[in-house]
């Protein structure tokens, strides 16, 4: 968990002075959820959803199986009218689609700063926008300049690097 707070913290420097702030994923080791989840907040990050109970990610492949972006955010919104929802998009077109449907969180997946930029310029002041793919500690501020609200990094959690400790014992002479 420490490695987690750590890596957490080191995005929350990368993106200090900015709006932007530092999300986790359901990307967590079996059965240390919760206590990764807590490690990011202890590094300064936020926590998406905890489970698929707490909130729905319309992602590629559910797009792909309704038809489009509008009739699958319909879809889950028409089944589950109380939950959040957050959408993948993959184009500026695509935003401007489930945005106009009333979708107010979406996910900006593998785009450029431009590209994203441009979206949240657009279409900012009628929804939230998260970056996903493609980030990294060095192009982290670049990427807090185009506006977004978060990035989504699941590293924090999947890639922490452990805390090397042991316990070694020494002959007394």
């Given at each position: ?47 998406h959803r905890m ?38 998009v993959t184009s ?82």
């Amino acid at each position: 968990m420490s490695g987690v707070a750590t890596a957490t913290r080191a995005w929350v420097d990368a993106l200090a002075g900015t709006k932007t702030q530092v999300r986790d994923s359901r990307k967590t080791i079996p059965g240390l959820r919760m206590l990764q989840k807590y490690a990011v907040r202890i590094g300064g990050g936020v926590n998406h959803r905890m489970s698929l109970a707490d909130a729905a990610l319309i992602k590629d492949n559910h797009v792909i199986a309704a038809g489009g972006v509008v009739p699958a955010y319909r879809a889950v919104r028409d089944a589950f009218p109380n939950i959040p929802i957050e959408v993948e998009v993959t184009s500026a077109e695509q935003a401007r689609e489930v945005v106009a449907a009333g979708a107010t969180e979406i996910l900006l997946d593998n785009m450029s700063p431009a590209a994203m930029a441009g979206i949240v310029a657009e279409l900012g002041d009628r929804a939230a926008f998260e970056a996903s793919g493609g980030l990294t500690i060095q192009n982290a501020a670049e990427v807090s300049q185009t506006g977004v609200n978060f990035v989504a990094v699941g590293a924090i959690t999947h890639s922490a690097p452990i805390l090397d400790i042991a316990l070694d014992f020494t002959s007394e002479k």
